[in-house]
């Protein structure tokens, strides 16, 4: 593989034909492996002139976002300086110059600002259920499997499995297992294709790393934020919502709120961070899990402008509908206010609408001579609308996909009500997720109570 991409660097100093293998836009390591996989066996299958070359649909800036991605590709001793992201390739231009073919994996719909792009495509491999057709020759292969690595594999095994390494299928493997929660059917995601080809490369392979042990570390690792810095470890996994020209930020950090809070230059990093976004505030709602697996949520509120500081904090500390149960946490900034949040079912999903209860109170308070609001009222579906453009995250795809969601270090059991692939594959975020394990643990509580009685 190490070949081979160093090959594919070469070739975009020439000027050859590239054919591409973009991934989504979140580059999750499904995303990634797929483009890698698809990629090399194309290049070592087809005749043609056209250069083979995987594109990592994002930033080289933003790879470090992905603790996943990092430690496997450090693990499967593929050097990140040999990967191609998508701001070191100007495939507009090259489209222009008539010298792109493309094949999309895991994914079948470019966003709009690569529209233009769509007439290059050739052929498209994706696992989640089709929003738009396409028109011949396009060729469109879609099938609802837990992991696109899955049909990948397929790919390779029924065209050429001589051209298979260990290396290469060890990417495979471990992100299938990984995309479908080490195989475990009572969580619903793995199908009978996903283990299938499971089983079948690691017959080819039986030195391939434990399944549990595999799943284990990664599931570590994309939980890891040891290694980031404040801002990265905001821009991770963030949502905005924005009224009338105020901008706040709201960022899951998967560390302890004390933790977070003794990071060395913090609030001189969050006001950098604010001032470069144009944030007004920032809310960080920090996530652990406790010995029983539940999830303890603490919050830091940073925001400059005393008056927008206050009525955040007033409408959160007041809150009835849901109640946050929030105890203050000691803070040597005036600028920055924490809580222990002891309600911890009110995920950051219910937390948003409380967010913008603030804005429309702080709005409220500003008046101006004649008594009338300054900005004007806040109608009720104004509200709903921005609340549904809040789920847009910072990073197209980081809290959408998930698609890829992470689950917390031990996997619980029926995290979905239905088999996932009624409807198609689930789109669970990672809040989701914490909000579904929270039910389970209370139901759990109510049951045995209930039997007691």
Same mark, same amino acid.
């Given at each position: 593989?190490?070949?081979?991409?160093?090959?594919?660097?070469?070739?975009?100093?020439?000027?050859?034909?590239?054919?591409?293998?973009?991934?989504?836009?979140?580059?999750?390591?499904?995303?990634?492996?797929?483009?890698?996989?698809?990629?090399?066996?194309?290049?070592?299958?087809?005749?043609?002139?056209?250069?083979? !070359?995987?594109? =990592?649909?994002?930033?080289?800036?933003? $790879? *470090?976002? @992905?603790? #996943?991605?990092?430690?496997? /590709? +450090? %693990?499967?001793?593929?050097?990140?300086?040999?990967?191609?992201?998508?701001?070191?390739?100007?495939?507009?231009?090259?489209?222009?110059?008539?010298?792109?073919?493309?094949?999309?994996?895991?994914?079948?719909?470019?966003?709009?600002?690569?529209?233009?792009?769509?007439?290059?495509?050739?052929?498209?491999?994706?696992?989640?259920?089709?929003?738009?057709?396409?028109?011949?020759?396009?060729?469109?292969?879609?099938?609802?499997?837990?992991?696109?690595?899955?049909?990948?594999?397929?790919?390779?095994?029924?065209?050429?499995?001589?051209?298979?390494?260990?290396?290469?299928?060890?990417?495979?493997?471990?992100?299938?297992?990984?995309?479908?929660?080490?195989?475990?059917?009572?969580?619903?995601?793995?199908?009978?294709?996903?283990?299938?080809? !499971?089983?079948? =490369?690691?017959?080819?392979?039986?030195? $391939? *790393?434990? @399944?549990? #042990?595999?799943?284990?570390? /990664? +599931? %570590?690792?994309?939980?890891?934020?040891?290694?980031?810095?404040?801002?990265?470890?905001?821009?991770?996994?963030?949502?905005?919502?924005?009224?009338?020209?105020?901008?706040?930020?709201?960022?899951?950090?998967?560390?302890?709120?004390?933790?977070?809070?003794?990071?060395?230059?913090?609030?001189?990093?969050?006001?950098?961070?604010?001032?470069?976004?144009?944030?007004?505030?920032?809310?960080?709602?920090?996530?652990?899990?406790?010995?029983?697996?539940?999830?303890?949520?603490?919050?830091?509120?940073?925001?400059?402008?005393?008056?927008?500081?206050?009525?955040?904090?007033?409408?959160?500390?007041?809150?009835?509908?849901?109640?946050?149960?929030?105890?203050?946490?000691?803070?040597?900034?005036?600028?920055?206010?924490?809580?222990?949040?002891?309600?911890?079912?009110?995920?950051?999903?219910?937390?948003?609408?409380?967010?913008?209860?603030?804005?429309?109170?702080?709005?409220?308070?500003?008046?101006?001579?004649?008594?009338?609001?300054?900005?004007?009222?806040?109608?009720?579906?104004?509200?709903?609308?921005?609340?549904?453009?809040?789920?847009?995250?910072?990073?197209?795809?980081?809290?959408?996909?998930?698609?890829?969601?992470?689950?917390?270090?031990?996997?619980?059991?029926?995290?979905?009500?239905?088999?996932?692939?009624?409807?198609?594959?689930?789109?669970?975020?990672?809040?989701?997720?914490?909000?579904?394990?929270?039910?389970?643990?209370?139901?759990?509580?109510?049951?045995?109570?209930?039997?007691?009685?």
């Amino acid at each position: 593989m190490e070949d081979y991409l160093q090959a594919c660097r070469a070739a975009l100093q020439e000027s050859r034909r590239l054919h591409v293998v973009l991934g989504n836009e979140a580059c999750d390591l499904d995303s990634m492996v797929s483009a890698l996989a698809l990629a090399f066996y194309l290049a070592k299958t087809t005749e043609a002139e056209d250069v083979f !070359v995987p594109v =990592l649909n994002i930033k080289r800036s933003e $790879l *470090p976002l @992905r603790g #996943d991605s990092v430690f496997f /590709l +450090q %693990k499967m001793h593929i050097p990140e300086s040999l990967l191609i992201f998508r701001d070191e390739i100007d495939l507009h231009a090259l489209r222009q110059a008539g010298r792109l073919t493309l094949t999309l994996v895991d994914h079948h719909v470019l966003p709009p600002s690569d529209a233009a792009l769509e007439e290059a495509v050739a052929e498209v491999l994706d696992h989640r259920p089709i929003e738009q057709k396409r028109c011949p020759p396009c060729h469109v292969s879609v099938e609802l499997v837990g992991s696109c690595s899955t049909l990948v594999t397929e790919r390779i095994l029924q065209g050429a499995p001589e051209i298979l390494d260990w290396q290469t299928a060890a990417l495979l493997h471990g992100t299938i297992i990984l995309d479908c929660v080490n195989m475990d059917l009572t969580i619903g995601k793995a199908t009978p294709k996903d283990k299938k080809y !499971v089983e079948q =490369l690691e017959a080819l392979f039986p030195d $391939l *790393p434990e @399944r549990k #042990d595999i799943f284990d570390s /990664l +599931q %570590k690792a994309k939980f890891d934020v040891s290694g980031l810095t404040t801002e990265q470890m905001l821009r991770k996994d963030q949502k905005t919502i924005t009224r009338q020209g105020l901008k706040v930020a709201i960022s899951a950090i998967y560390v302890d709120l004390e933790a977070f809070l003794q990071r060395s230059g913090l609030i001189a990093d969050l006001r950098a961070y604010c001032q470069a976004h144009s944030y007004d505030a920032l809310v960080a709602m920090t996530i652990v899990f406790n010995p029983h697996n539940e999830p303890v949520r603490q919050l830091a509120i940073f925001c400059p402008h005393a008056a927008l500081r206050m009525t955040i904090c007033g409408v959160l500390e007041c809150s009835q509908s849901p109640s946050l149960k929030l105890t203050p946490v000691p803070s040597s900034h005036p600028n920055l206010q924490a809580y222990v949040q002891g309600n911890t079912q009110v995920s950051r999903k219910k937390f948003l609408p409380l967010l913008q209860e603030a804005l429309s109170a702080y709005f409220d308070s500003m008046t101006i001579p004649s008594g009338q609001p300054e900005t004007g009222g806040v109608s009720r579906e104004q509200v709903d609308k921005e609340l549904d453009r809040a789920g847009t995250p910072l990073i197209p795809g980081l809290s959408q996909d998930e698609e890829d969601p992470p689950l917390p270090p031990t996997p619980m059991n029926s995290l979905v009500d239905e088999c996932p692939l009624d409807q198609g594959l689930p789109k669970l975020s990672a809040e989701a997720i914490f909000e579904k394990c929270s039910q389970i643990s209370l139901s759990q509580t109510t049951g045995a109570s209930l039997s007691k009685k």
